[in-house]
């Protein structure tokens, strides 16, 4: 089983297949029910939302992950970029039929080596409800670790949210 890591397309042939494979994934309701804004969005508003994040952006990367045995597209992840502060915030969503098959512990290296994180010391953090117990774990595997706890409520529940971290500020060369 292989996992590779693609660029989503900016534009060309596959721009509209990438932004169709990511809305898809961004509104499946098993996704959307641990994403921090759980509504469903349009495809116009998907459309103005990648316009003006990740077109025209050198800060933002989105990454499609793809088994090379079969071609087959199994979900998203974003990495956005703070160049100054030397951060990285990670998104991660890969489809339900996917999960808790070792995907994700794949994709986390690859994406390792998409940052730069060991060679560029940029400080790796992502958000997480702590009911996500699949994902904590997962990350906790890889090294990040929760540096703040945060509560919010989401469609009228209260959630956890953690903060995680791989590379804390102290931690850091600069």
Request: hydrophobic share 35%; glycine share 6%; net charge positive.
């Amino acid at each position: 089983m292989g996992l590779v890591l693609v660029e989503a397309a900016k534009s060309g042939e596959n721009f509209k297949s990438d932004l169709d494979f990511i809305y898809f994934v961004r509104n499946h309701p098993e996704i959307r029910k641990n994403l921090i804004h759980p509504e469903e969005i349009s495809y116009k508003d998907h459309i103005k939302w990648y316009c003006k994040k990740y077109a025209n952006s050198t800060d933002i990367c989105i990454y499609k992950m793809i088994i090379s045995d079969n071609n087959t597209s199994i979900g998203y992840c974003d990495i956005k970029y703070d160049r100054y502060d030397r951060t990285a915030e990670l998104g991660f969503k890969i489809l339900p039929n996917f999960q808790r098959q070792g995907y994700g512990s794949l994709c986390i290296p690859l994406l390792f080596d998409k940052l730069g994180v060991y060679k560029n010391n940029y400080m790796i953090f992502l958000t997480v409800f702590e009911d996500n117990v699949e994902a904590v774990r997962l990350y906790r595997r890889f090294g990040f670790s929760t540096y703040y706890r945060d509560f919010m409520v989401v469609n009228g529940e209260a959630r956890t949210l953690l903060h995680m971290s791989l590379n804390s500020l102290s931690e850091r060369n600069t």
